[in-house]
């Protein structure tokens, strides 16, 4: 059987919801204990992908990229039975949930990691609505593939849509070689390699440099992917005329920020990381490592149109095909770039929160923390405030205290920064910025966001681009 600190409770919770009660229990089951539980089981182990037609070894949750989707209404109880098939120890976080801390999924920190052959059960309930990931938090296993989407849909809908589609962006990197250790040096050597290869091809305008023996001669790295599938078979959205479309753009890829427009459409920007904002229209939209952005589409131009997400940074794109139903027109061509990418781009200071979801006003916090992102790509090694974890003071925030976060990137990187267990509201200078828990923070920018408190135990805050949150810019947030 399973064993883990949920299984625990879980007992109760499917009594109450049975009406077997235990004579001690007098009262009338509470509505916590009367909340369905959504039971899912994920199992992590080594698979063979068919990228294409090519075949590739990696790790993922499954047969295929990505997991499963989960999927539950907000106030459900989340239980997932996770198996470990894989040769190292791992954990899944559930990317943007605030769940109890014991629940979160960072080895080391919130819990023991899952040994090879070893199981355990993640239990808690869902309190809030929307477009999440889950994801291992094990050194760089999510760039392997292990990783997965987790919708949430909210008590009572007010949007109204026909049809939605979730699309999981990837630019994955097979890493399945060699020892942990050496396949993380090499890992992070290949990602170098990468930026030098994207450079060549763009100079000898080629396909991809000499790839390592080992690996499938046409493959290029890394593959970038909409739901494990490649540019040369994309995925077909199927809509119809007259269709609301809802978009759920997820990226969970570990060093790739994507600008996505759709040939010929506009989108209606909805949400973002789960949160509804003001609608607002825009051609494309950037979505860093760790953000979710929900859109709307008018279906009101029939045909067979190019859905790109392009790598920023790069010359490549990875792709989905959205056909109009009965619509013969040919695939778009797997690099052609929709005009849209030179349009208008979203960025946080159109974005308003419609609701509050937990997040503080900007202004009158009890606590402002400078926080400095720094870094040396020569040794690739990255800091908050000066420390490379885990060589790192944790960061100690009062619980019920408001707490600002006045961030400052030194680096030529960008860094998404995500935070666990809370969302915050991003200060865009309106006083309703969006609330989010992943921010993307540009080279020399200045951002800060304002968040509550109100979680307690030790959380992780770190840069998503996971080489570098391995490299040392990571933290532990102490809430007491
Ligand atoms: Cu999605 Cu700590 O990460
Ligand atoms: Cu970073």
Redesign the pocket.
């Known amino acids: 059987g399973f064993i883990g600190m949920a299984g625990l409770g879980a007992g109760a919770l499917v009594l109450g919801g049975c009406g077997v009660l235990s004579p001690a229990r007098q009262n009338p089951p509470t509505a916590r204990s009367a909340s369905r539980i959504a039971e899912y089981a994920l199992e992590a182990s080594a698979l063979e992908l068919d990228l294409g037609g090519r075949k590739v070894s990696t790790w993922g949750y499954g047969k295929d990229l990505p997991g499963p989707e989960i999927r539950l209404k907000q106030d459900e109880i989340l239980r997932v039975e996770v198996r470990n098939r894989l040769p190292e120890d791992t954990t899944i ?1 559930w ?1 943007g949930l605030p769940v109890p801390n014991r629940m979160d999924g ?1 080895a080391g920190v919130t819990q023991e990691p899952i040994k090879p052959e070893g199981d355990f059960v993640y239990e808690f309930e869902v309190p809030v609505s929307g477009s999440y ?1 889950y ?1 291992s ?1 094990v050194g760089t296993q999510l760039d392997r593939g292990l990783y997965g989407p987790l919708i949430v849909e909210p008590r009572n809908e007010t949007l109204s849509y026909d049809r939605e589609y979730t699309l999981v962006l990837d630019d994955w990197l097979d890493g399945v070689r060699g020892t942990p250790e050496e396949e993380m040096e090499k890992l992070k050597s290949d990602r170098g390699a990468m930026a030098d290869m994207e450079g060549m091809e763009g100079m000898l305008g080629t396909e991809g440099g000499d790839a390592p023996p080992q690996w499938p001669p046409d493959v290029v790295y890394p593959m970038y992917l909409i739901n494990g599938k490649p540019p040369d078979s994309p995925e077909e959205l199927e809509v119809r005329r007259g269709e609301k479309v809802r978009l759920r753009l997820l990226n ?1 890829s570990s060093a790739t920020i994507y600008r996505v427009a759709l040939q010929g459409h506009r989108m209606t920007v909805t949400h973002t990381d789960g949160q509804p904002v003001e609608p607002v229209e825009v051609e494309t939209i950037r979505i860093g490592m ?1 953000e979710r952005y929900d859109v709307l589409v008018e279906a009101s131009n029939p045909g067979a149109w190019q859905l790109a997400a392009h790598a920023e940074g790069t010359e490549k794109q990875a792709r989905a095909v959205f056909r109009y139903r009965g619509a013969k027109d040919p695939r778009p061509r797997p690099d052609q770039r929709p005009a849209e990418l030179a349009g208008r781009m979203l960025y946080y200071d159109a974005l308003r929160a419609t609701q509050e979801a937990g997040a503080p006003e900007s202004g009158s916090p009890d606590r402002v923390l400078p926080i400095t992102l720094n870094g040396d790509e020569e040794t690739y090694v990255w800091t908050i405030n000066g420390q490379a974890f885990p060589d790192a003071d944790p960061i100690e925030a009062g619980r019920g205290e408001r707490v600002r976060f006045e961030m400052e990137n030194t680096t030529m990187m960008p860094h998404p920064m ?1 935070l ?1 267990g809370h969302f915050f509201r991003v200060d865009n200078g309106t006083g309703r910025g969006p609330i989010k828990d992943t921010v993307l923070v540009d080279p020399k920018q200045r951002l800060a966001f304002d968040w509550l408190a109100d979680n307690p135990g030790d959380w ?1 805050f ?1 840069c ?1 681009q996971i080489y570098h ?1 391995e490299r040392g810019m990571t933290r532990i947030i102490k809430v007491a």
Do not use: E, K, N, R
């Open positions: 976080h990317h960072v990931m994801h938090h969970p760790g995500h666990h992780a770190h998503h949150a």
